[in-house]
């Protein structure tokens, strides 16, 4: 029963994240549309880097920094992706719109 209840409390954890990756996702793409707007590149080199520093400062273990510099970077690495994917629809549904009228 003991590891039943720890398990559950593990599903809610995994839920939680799948919550907040989302939730980040959303605004990543949120900030490419805004950078796209203004003519700005989509990857920053020295932002994703900042974002590497500051989980590794956050970071408590005991997951070690390898394995969450390899989290950080398969993250932004999607990030980019599903922001870019996002971009494209948007400008062919805006193309479409505009060929309608």
Do not use: C
């Amino acid at each position: 029963m003991e590891v039943a209840r720890r398990r559950k409390r593990i599903d809610a954890a995994d839920r939680a994240l799948v919550r907040l990756l989302n939730q980040r996702m959303r605004m990543s793409i949120d900030i490419g549309r805004l950078k796209q707007s203004r003519g700005l590149p989509l990857y920053d080199a020295a932002r994703e880097r900042e974002i590497l520093r500051r989980a590794r400062r956050a970071n408590g273990g005991p997951l070690d920094r390898r394995a969450l510099h390899r989290f950080y970077q398969w993250l932004l690495a999607e990030s980019r992706r599903i922001t870019s994917r996002a971009l494209r629809t948007q400008r062919v549904t805006s193309r479409n719109h505009r060929e309608a009228r």
